[in-house]
C-alpha cells in the first residue's frame, strides 16, 4: 500500500465549477497535510496545509481533513484556466518528520 | 517569506561526470535539507534527508555513493551526482525546514538534469 495515494486524473472541470480532489494516507500517525500546485517543468507551490480535522478556508480553496478515514482533500470554487496543473497531496510522514507526496492529479479546466 | 535559491537550474552533462547541484536558504536557516527526484510524469520522490552537521538519511533503494550530500552550513546544502548515467536524468528539487516549524517547507526552484 502506498503512503499517500491520490487519482492521477485528468479531471476535466468547466471554468467556474468547483473542482474536487481527493487524497488518503496509510499512516495514521501523520499529523499535518499538504496541498502543492505544480506546473510543467516547476517546482510545487504551497496552496494550504491542515493539521485538525474539519475545514480550512483560503481563498478559493478549501481543505477538508478527516483523520479517522484518513483522507484530506481540496476544493477549489470558481475554477479557472490558469487552475490547470497537477495537484500534489503531501503527508508529514512522523517517521523522520519527512513529506511524502502523492502521485499528484492533473486538473484540467476548461474554458 | 522563506526562500530557497536552488543552482543550476538546467544542466547537461556527459555520462560518467559529476554534477553539484546547490540550495542556498537566503532568508533563514534551513537545519533539515530534503532532496527530491522526479521523473517524467511522475510525483516527487524523496531521496534524501540531511541535517546541518550530521550524515544524511537516504531514503531505500538511493546509492549514498552515489549521490553525494553535504549539509555544513545552515544554509547550504548540495547534491552531486557522481558518475552520471542517462537514467540519472531528471528534475532534483530540494527542500529546506528550519528548526521547530513543522508547517514550512520551502522548496527550490528545481535543477532539470541532463545526462548525455
Known amino acids: 500500500q502506498k503512503e499517500v495515494e491520490q487519482n492521477s486524473g485528468p479531471l476535466s472541470v468547466p471554468e467556474g465549477a468547483i473542482a474536487s480532489l481527493n487524497c488518503t494516507y496509510s499512516d495514521r500517525g501523520s499529523q499535518s497535510f499538504f496541498w502543492y500546485r505544480q506546473y510543467s517543468g516547476k517546482s510545487p507551490e504551497l496552496i494550504m496545509f491542515?493539521?485538525?480535522?474539519g475545514d480550512k478556508e483560503d481563498g478559493r480553496f478549501t481543505a477538508q481533513l478527516n483523520k479517522a478515514s484518513q483522507y484530506v482533500s481540496l476544493l477549489i470554487r470558481d475554477s479557472q484556466p490558469s487552475d490547470s496543473a497537477t495537484y500534489l497531496c503531501?503527508?508529514?510522514?512522523?517517521?523522520?518528520?519527512?513529506?511524502?507526496f502523492g502521485a499528484g492529479t492533473i486538473l484540467r479546466v476548461k474554458s | 517569506g522563506a526562500v530557497v535559491s536552488q543552482h543550476p537550474s538546467w544542466v547537461i552533462c556527459k555520462s560518467g561526470t559529476s554534477v553539484k547541484i546547490e540550495c542556498r536558504s537566503l532568508d533563514f536557516q534551513a537545519t533539515t535539507m530534503f532532496w527530491y527526484r522526479q521523473f517524467p510524469k511522475q510525483s516527487l520522490m524523496l531521496m534524501a534527508t540531511s541535517n546541518e552537521g550530521s550524515k544524511a538519511t537516504y531514503e531505500q533503494g538511493v546509492e549514498k555513493d552515489k549521490f553525494l550530500i553535504n549539509h555544513a552550513s545552515l544554509t547550504l546544502s548540495t547534491l552531486t551526482v557522481t558518475s552520471a548515467h542517462p537514467e540519472d536524468s531528471s528534475f532534483y528539487i530540494c527542500s529546506g525546514r528550519k528548526t521547530g516549524d513543522n508547517y514550512g517547507y520551502t522548496f527550490g526552484s528545481g535543477t532539470r538534469l541532463t545526462v548525455v
Open positions: 503531501a503527508v508529514n510522514i512522523r517517521y523522520g518528520n519527512k513529506l511524502v
Open positions: 491542515i493539521y485538525s480535522n
